[in-house]
């Protein structure tokens, strides 16, 4: 039998983001820039720097080197030149290339090259942001202090199909140090800073979390707070809208003093959370403090006390308590970075955080630009479930709050519903969004409650999953459920804007369950969010009259309802509305405002 034939090479593995759906828009005009960057752009980087093409598939190329350091210089120059041919395209016409390198024994039948080695390679590459390159430990360790750019640590990836963990490391390179002719650019030097827009994720916020510092003086107390740490890593990582840095990277940083950018551009993160552990007796505190590793803005800080004995039950408590209240601040902060670039150079996920900013201002107009924006964003990634559980959001909104029209708003809104959990099956966000707006919107509420189920076992931490969660039980009549949801709710994220939804549920839920003045009481803090929400206004209209309070009261609660922005109202309105709340619950709302004077 002859002896199998194996060599030692650097493999780089590249495809095309979005390919198919670049291709569905535009074919010809995809292919031709394709086929520019390979013979413009690919075949010289090769040729420049002793790599061979191995194959070509579609929309990816296999490649193979003598040297890692050249395969990473060839990487770099290509997705250089790639990037600099981009800026003057249609950001939809752009074809974006994603990298992959590894260096290993390979099997080799003729030109053809195969192993362990080939999959490593091509399933970094299926984990590398559009536009960037990650290279296994072993090109690391062979590259290192070799060229001009540094190496971010991401930890261990468990790729698919590959039986061991990957330690993985992200390249970054400053611009000014490429160029596509590649002169200088392999020089020994000092890593520079990487360029915004090769930081860990650019579809989804980057955090890491730094080992918080025991200030106690008590070394026993560093397992728990090691473990208050990695708890909070373990919760932040089951979102997926974060890109959290692995434990091993984050605890490099273990008892340094470091400053936050220099952490940013060493991980390539956007977010930092650090904190510090002090114990007097038997009591702890533990302070955190969340900074936007780009400007060094402190986003958020708090601290938590609590007794010693009760240790875990501590842990668990921060851990639920952090990773719910910097989530809202995260999304603001994403918000404005978004809203700061120029709208001519938008990826889905700013195109996105624009439209999620729209829809908070709840107002009509402000829904329709949402709308327009998200489904931009759905033409750009048909699979972004998450804009589809927002379109249903906005399109809920639109008829719940401000009374317009059923039309094809419910039919598009449902549409856009089934569509979010059928994407986003482990995404909390587009199954609660989704959820409910099968409940609100479809033939049968109580499709919506599975979805909802799961949101909540994906991401019991999130305020937005609970909260959403807790009005579709109340639609169904599960009301105790849908209270301890609700006080959950305010319990994760009490400083949440939008946490005036959960006081008019919660003023809801009295009112179903005949406790009026408790229910006057929710409405007004709803209302004292400076949120004019028509629903919360009917709901106190309600309330007010059911509880028989003086009849000028009464009526002025009902004017300033009537007042609202939305269109006036009618007993007809609300059963459309309501048509999906369970009947009995409907009928005593109905009786109550008919009492407040609301005409048929």
């Known amino acids: ?80 030149s790639v990037a600099e041919s981009n800026r003057n395209q249609p950001e939809d016409q752009r074809v ?70 990957i330690r993985a490391f992200r390249v970054v390179w400053d611009e000014a140090d490429w160029q596509a002719s590649g002169r200088g650019s ?54 997926p809208w974060y890109f959290v840095i692995a434990r091993n990277s984050s605890f490099a940083y273990k008892g340094r003093f470091v400053d936050v950018r220099q952490v940013g ?10 904190g510090s552990v002090r114990k007097a007796g038997n009591r702890l505190r533990i302070s955190g403090q969340l900074i936007d590793t780009m400007t060094g ?3 958020w800080a708090d601290r938590y006390d609590g007794a010693l004995e009760d240790v875990f039950d501590l842990q668990d408590s921060i851990t639920s308590s952090v990773v719910a209240v910097i989530t809202p601040k995260v999304v603001q902060a994403e918000i404005a970075r978004a809203q700061a670039k120029p709208t001519n150079s938008l990826s889905a996920y ?15 107009d402000s829904y329709n630009q949402a709308l327009t924006l998200l489904y931009r964003v759905v033409e750009l990634d048909p699979n972004y479930s998450s804009a589809y559980g927002l379109i249903a959001n906005c ?8 009374m317009v029209p059923l039309g094809e708003e419910r039919a598009r809104g449902v549409e856009a519903a089934r569509r979010a959990v059928e994407i986003g099956r482990d995404n909390p966000d587009a199954l609660a969004r989704g959820g409910l707006g099968i409940a609100l919107l479809g033939e049968r509420p109580e499709e919506g409650l599975p979805h909802l189920e799961r949101a909540l076992a994906l991401s019991p931490n999130a305020h937005i999953v609970a909260r959403y969660a807790a009005m579709g039980f109340v639609m169904v009549g599960d009301h105790a459920k849908a209270l301890g949801l609700y006080e959950r709710t305010l319990q994760l994220s009490p400083l949440d804007v939008w946490a005036g939804e959960a006081y008019f549920g919660i003023a809801l839920l009295h009112f179903f369950a005949g406790r009026f003045e408790e229910s006057i009481s929710w409405a007004d803090r709803a209302l ?16 007010t009259a059911a509880a028989d309070r003086p009849p000028e009261e009464v009526q002025a609660v009902f004017q300033r309802w009537l007042a609202s922005p939305a269109p006036r109202p009618s007993i007809a309105t609300i059963r459309q509305r309501m048509w999906g709340f369970r009947q009995i619950d409907v009928e005593a709302f109905v009786a109550a405002l008919r009492k407040a004077g609301l005409p048929e």
Do not use: C
């Not at 809920?396 to 709050?401: A, E, K, M, P, S």
């Open 528 to 543: 004292g969010e400076g949120r004019e929400l028509g629903v919360s206004l009917a709901v106190r209209v309600a309330a």
């Open 395 to 402: 399109y809920w909104n639109r008829l719940i709050q401000h």
């Open 96 to 165: 974006v290339f994603r990298i992959g390198i590894h260096l290993g024994d390979l099997l080799v039948e003729g030109d053809d090259l195969y192993g362990d080695g080939v999959n490593v390679a091509a399933r970094l590459e299926g984990e590398t942001p559009p536009g960037g390159i990650l290279i296994s430990r072993a090109v690391r360790e062979a590259v290192e202090g070799r060229l001009k750019a540094k190496l971010q640590a991401l930890g261990e990836l468990t790729l698919k199909n590959i039986e061991r963990p």
């Open 265 to 274: 551009s060493e991980l390539g993160v956007r977010y930092v959370l650090e």
């Open 186 to 239: 392999a020089h020994k030097g000092n890593p520079s800073t990487a360029p915004a827009w090769a930081l860990a994720s650019d579809d989804k916020p980057s955090i890491a979390v730094l080992p918080f510092a025991n200030l106690s003086g008590d070394p026993q107390q560093e397992y728990f707070v090691d473990g208050l740490v990695e708890d909070i890593i373990a919760a932040l990582s089951r979102m």
């Open 350 to 364: 700013d195109l996105y955080l624009r439209a999620l900013a729209l829809a908070f201002e709840d107002k009509p």
């Open 297 to 299: 803005n402190h986003i």
């Open 1 to 80: 039998m002859a002896r199998e034939q194996r060599k030692l090479a650097a493999i780089v593995a590249a495809d095309v983001v979005g390919y198919s759906r670049l291709m569905g828009r535009d074919e010809s005009g995809t292919l031709a820039r394709l086929k520019a960057h390979r013979s413009e752009r690919l075949e010289p980087a090769l040729a420049r720097n002793g790599g061979r093409l191995v194959k070509s598939t579609g929309d990816g190329v296999l490649a193979e080197f003598g040297s890692a350091v050249d395969a990473l210089t060839a990487a770099i120059e290509f997705q250089q």
